[in-house]
Every structure is written in structure tokens, then in C-alpha cells.
């Protein structure tokens, strides 16, 4: 059974320091890897794709690597803004075609 | 609005009243999946569609809850009955099944948030 695993659970940084959002998984016959973000009381929103035969995605400020004979991927922000004040999932696709969800990180940048 | 609409976006209920939510996919996409998320959790597989076929439910879809998506449109979810444990944040999403398995992407609603008193 696919375990997906986000840490930190929750990260605080100062406005313009860059963010790393760790995400494990157990099985590596995963698909692909989306990130997305969460609002408080809200649906997600998605942010990045990256396909099992990709290493490395990025869009704008966001970067996402992936091992996936590791079962590591990391998702970087880069000079954060206090508007990425939100909590960022991590869902791998496998077989059976449903995504399986870590528990987020909820990320906090202040002023 | 081209994205996923879901209605309503808040519902409270008595303990033992039945409750109905709607899903409004994106126009071309021919699979929708129901999630469920509780408080400071990730969102877990509940069921999904293929048009208007439901190819997979989670054993955490009980005999209460009961999905349909009659013409491969809009989708509803009913549970009966409801208990306080369903009280969470229903979401739904679609995508295109056409893309291949390592490019689809879902696409979420802003959900329902279910309160059982």
C-alpha cells in the first residue's frame, strides 16, 4: 500500500528565505507527482506535475526534483513571499489511477 | 467559471438526516473522483468515474455513501443517515483521462464542508 509522507509538518521562515518541502513515498511505481497548495477552509490548487521519467520540473519560482528509485521528492520556493502562507500536499498517482495524499505541510512567511 | 464547481459549499445537518452534494466537472474531462479531508489531513480517495462508469470505491465508502454520475456530466454524492465521523471537507476533482497515466492532472472544486451536529 502507497504511504506518501510530507516533513516538515509545518515550517515558519522570514519573507525572501527559499523553502524546501521534503515528500517520501513507499512504492516507487508511481506515475507522476503533483504539488499542491491549500488555503484555509479551501479546495487545492494545483502547482506542478512532474512525470515518473522526469528528474526536475519548474514553473516560476517553484522547482520540483524527484528520485523516485529514492521515493524522495523536494519542492522548492524560492525567495518566499508572506502570500505563499499556505499548506503544500504532495499526492503520487500509481495504479488504480487514484491520487495518494501526505499529510501537508503547513508553511508560514512573515513580513 | 471554467473550473471544477461544487455545490453547496457549506451543509450542516442533524445527526441521522440524509445529505446530497453536487459536482460540476470541467466540460471535457471524463473522469471525476470524490475525496474526503478531515482537519489537518491530506485528502483520501473516496471513488472515482469514468464517464459514467464507477470504476473504483475506497473501503472507507460505506453502504451510507453512494455516488452516481448518470450521464457522465455532473456528479452527486448522497450520504445517508450521516453520523458525526462524516462530518469533513468533501472535495471533487477531474481530469483527462486521454493524456496518459503520468500526465494526468486533477483538478479540484473548492469543496463541501459537511458539519454533523
Known amino acids: 500500500k502507497q504511504e506518501v509522507t510530507q516533513i516538515p509538518a509545518a515550517l515558519s521562515v522570514p519573507e525572501g528565505e527559499n523553502l524546501v518541502l521534503n515528500c517520501s513515498f513507499t512504492?516507487?511505481?508511481?506515475?507522476?507527482l503533483q504539488w499542491f497548495r491549500q488555503d484555509p477552509g479551501k479546495g487545492l490548487t494545483s502547482l506542478l506535475l512532474i512525470q515518473s521519467s522526469q528528474r526536475e520540473q519548474t514553473s516560476g519560482r517553484l522547482n520540483a526534483s524527484l528520485d523516485k528509485s529514492s521515493g524522495r521528492n523536494t519542492l522548492y520556493i524560492a525567495a518566499s513571499q508572506p502570500g505563499d502562507s499556505a499548506t503544500y500536499l504532495c499526492a503520487v498517482k500509481a495504479a488504480g489511477n487514484k491520487l495518494t495524499f501526505g499529510g501537508g505541510t503547513r508553511v508560514l512567511v512573515k513580513p | 467559471d471554467t473550473g471544477v464547481s461544487q455545490n453547496p459549499r457549506h451543509k450542516i445537518t442533524k445527526r441521522g438526516q440524509n445529505v446530497t452534494f453536487r459536482c460540476d466537472p470541467i466540460?471535457?474531462?471524463?473522469?471525476l473522483y470524490w475525496y474526503r479531508q478531515t482537519l489537518g489531513q491530506g485528502p483520501e480517495f473516496l471513488t472515482y468515474?469514468?464517464?459514467?462508469?464507477?470504476?473504483?470505491k475506497s473501503r472507507l465508502l460505506s453502504d451510507r455513501f453512494s455516488a452516481e454520475r448518470p450521464k457522465g456530466s455532473f456528479s452527486t454524492l448522497e450520504i445517508q443517515r450521516t453520523e458525526q465521523g462524516d462530518s469533513a471537507m468533501y472535495l471533487c476533482?477531474?481530469?483527462?483521462?486521454?493524456?496518459?497515466?503520468?500526465?494526468?492532472?486533477?483538478?479540484f472544486g473548492s469543496g463541501t464542508q459537511l458539519s454533523v451536529l
Open positions: 466540460s471535457e474531462h471524463n473522469r
Open positions: 468515474f469514468q464517464n459514467e462508469a464507477q470504476l473504483e
Open positions: 512504492d516507487s511505481a508511481i506515475y507522476n
Open positions: 476533482a477531474s481530469s483527462l483521462s486521454g493524456q496518459g497515466g503520468t500526465n494526468e492532472k486533477l483538478f
